[in-house]
């Protein structure tokens, strides 16, 4: 699978008033023999929570049985729609996160720690 890029646009970037992309998603996959990243740039929240979820779909059967590794650099928000996204991604591949600085490390361990709550509630 090549790399794949997938850009939602708000309404408001079309007009050029949005500042420098602050209010977009791009989700890029980049995929290697051994496993397939996804570089997330923007914010996952709203609509843009429901565009991962979509590419991710389109994205998932390829990945099935890579490891996946998501780059979560240039995140900027997530609302509990976008986490509700990661978290879904996470309980289906495990995946590895990778993040830079401390608010993109509470979103990870936001996200990883529901999944670990209920391994240990199931115990």
């Excluded at 209010?23 to 890029?28: E, K, V």
């Excluded at 980049?30 to 996952?44: I, P, T, W």
């Excluded at 830079?100 to 720690?113: D, R």
Aim: negative net charge; proline residues 4%; aromatic residues 8%.
């Amino acid at each position: 699978m090549p790399p794949v890029t997938r850009v939602w646009h708000a309404a408001c970037l079309m007009e050029g008033k949005a500042d420098e992309g602050l209010h977009t998603l791009r989700i890029t996959f980049q995929n290697s023999a051994e496993a397939v990243g996804m570089k997330l740039e923007g914010r996952v929240a709203g609509p843009w929570a429901d565009e991962l979820n979509r590419a991710w779909l389109e994205a998932a059967p390829q990945c099935a049985q890579k490891k996946l590794i998501i780059d979560l650099h240039n995140v900027t928000y997530a609302d509990a729609a976008g986490k509700r996204a990661l978290r879904e991604i996470y309980e289906q591949t495990h995946a590895e996160f990778v993040s830079n600085t401390p608010w993109t490390q509470f979103l990870v361990e936001e996200v990883t720690a529901q999944k670990a709550k209920e391994t240990q509630e199931g115990e």
